[in-house]
């Protein structure tokens, strides 16, 4: 049973496509994989061999998110952001898992689109 609390105000957008990250300076680069996004922060994960950012240090992320359509096709939409490192977990003896808190909230809600579209289509469905 789950006692802990929910402190997520919104949903997350999980899917995996390139993220490329460095420190605030643009001199050190590397790829890393999304996890998930919200408007305000990402999760993603990198190798621990490659330059991986320590909590509270400030990065920059760019990525793209997928914008879906009425018609279940999707567009990808990049984004330039920069934040700071809220956390880095280890997954295993090769991966890191960082998320980041971005300075500027995207214009949209990743996650929600989604929900936002089915809603929709049921609602547009009747028997």
Known sequence: MDTQENRRTEARL???WPVWYGDSCGQ????GQMVDVSSAAAAFTC????YCPDPSQKITARFSVPCYGDDDAFEMS?????GNVSRVERVNDHLNRVVLQFWEPLDFKPGEQQQSRALTNVAAWSP
């Not at 050190?28 to 790829?31: G, L, N, P, T």
């Not at 990049?78 to 920069?82: E, L, P, V």
């Open 78 to 82: 990049s984004f330039t952001r920069m």
């Open 47 to 50: 190798y621990s061999h490659d």
């Open 28 to 31: 050190s680069i590397s790829q």
């Open 14 to 16: 999980r899917y995996h």
